[in-house]
């Protein structure tokens, strides 16, 4: 079985990200860039597929510009066998990430395709759905188990007020909610041998996807500000100023 | 103008967060229509009729939809939206889980979550965990929209007289199939439409700790919530989640223990109402967002506050 990870380049987890004070976008010179974390959650399950002899080549795809190899190589690091860059510039929307993916998905034909189920940057939680219906696959989205069966994968997923539990015929998609796995760190020994595995380079036209814009970023402010109130010296104090201030209990 | 909005729905009732959503959609303006995809939702279908403002209620009532999985629903949905110009729904897991799907359906983007509506054409969303506010435009024809349901006061319930219209057909994309949930049975209000969240972070050590936040929940009548840490650290189940990647929630009272106020957790409760934060670290973060803070070990206060309420 092949397994197809997208990851996505974004500002790293720990980075506090400011608007730009001309308002004009958020400030990203200089700042530490990652793997989105939910991606990250989504490489490691296809290496753990593999290591189970479940998987038999992880495949891991991203879209952006040149830096983003950076990413892939991590991913390669981490234990995927091969990379697939579909050079992008600017920051291609959802719906256009779910357009060439479906374009590395014709050219490489994998069985299970594992994404995170939003990025950190744009909190979008989209690409993987949008490919789905782009692909007509069956989806389980917020993944935090994920089971391959002969030709299905159960997927069991996040919902408001519990789990719920899906059958789909594979090819099928899935996106990773935060309690999936916990990711290793790439070893030394690792981050050596990925730079010496295959990383293939496409253009949109290659996948015969004429990238659009749909959405336009008009401008960025920070949010409100809600002012810190006081501190109570007791428990009873508190009671007191929820009772008779707030008037709340 | 026309906004069809998908009903949230378990097809025996219709969930508050389509009320929030029919706000949204009124503030836009023009015709504000309501569907319901299910089976057996006949009692859901009523209800929306009769939610104020609404011009009118698709039922597409099919055993296909039971679930309401994403595959299926998304075709009844793009199929239905011909004729719309907004289609809209809450952004709950459901909402998040097939909107996107109809958008692709319909080859448009999909504007997640908004939090403010400047025109028809523009919105504002939180992006990066909510540090930052930010203003987009589309220039699709159609749009389609999830709404944060805390953003929005929701509509009255009742008033409406709507006509409920019966849609025939059934989409089955035959490619996934329900086995089974485990939804968590509890007594508690649910912590979307809870008036009292207690949540508790890291620094409640463990899971079995949680458990000193149940006294205080019942007598409080409140849902009991977690910060991402919590669920990280494998303290309690994701549903608990309040944060920018887990459940938005905008209380009238919101007690935040041993939680230090990461900007991921701050994004899903700082429109709360009251805000108390009780915390041994009087650095703590979430001590600037608090109404009433309380430094302290809340192995010691817990007891104290329960025996107090």
Redo the contacts between chains.
Sequence with gaps: MKVLVAVKRV?DYNV????KSDGSD?ELNNVKMAINPFCEIAVEEAVRLKEAGTASEVVVASIGDKSCQEQIRTALALGADRGVHVEAEGRP???EI?KLLKGVIAAESPDLIILG??S???????????????T????G??A?EVNVGDGTV?VIR????????????LP?IVTT???LNEPRYASLPNIMKAKKKPLETFSPSDLGVDVQ???????????AE?S?????E???Q??D??KNE?K?? | MKTLIVAEHDNESLKPATLNAVAAAQQLGGDVDILVVGSGCQGVADAAASIAGVAGVLSADNVVYEHQLAENVSLAIADLAVGYDFVMAAATANGKNFMPRVAALLDVAQISDITGIIDAETFERPIYAGNVMATVKSSDAKKVITVRTTAFDAVAAEGGTAVVQQVDGAHDAGVSRFVGEEVAVSDRPELTAASVVISGGRGMQNGDNFSMLEGIADKLNAAIGASRAAVDAGFVPNDYQVGQTGKIVAPDLYIAVGISGAIQHLAGMKDSKVIVAINKDEDAPIFQVADYGLVADLFSALPELEAAL
């Excluded at chain 1, 506090?16 to 608007?19: D, G, L, Q, T």
């Excluded at chain 1, 810190?228 to 109570?232: L, R, S």
């Design positions: 500002v506090k990200v400011r608007a958020v929307e959802p719906l779910a189920k939003q950190i940057d744009g909190d979008n939680n989209q690409t993987g759905q949008m490919l789905g219906a782009l007509g696959m069956g989806q989205t917020f935090s159960q996040e919902v408001d007020g519990g789990l719920q539990t899906v059958e789909l015929t099928a909610d935060l309690r814009s749909h959405v336009t970023l008009v401008s960025v402010k920070p949010p809600r810190a109130g006081i501190k109570v007791s428990v009873e508190l009671v100023k929820l707030a709340v209990i």
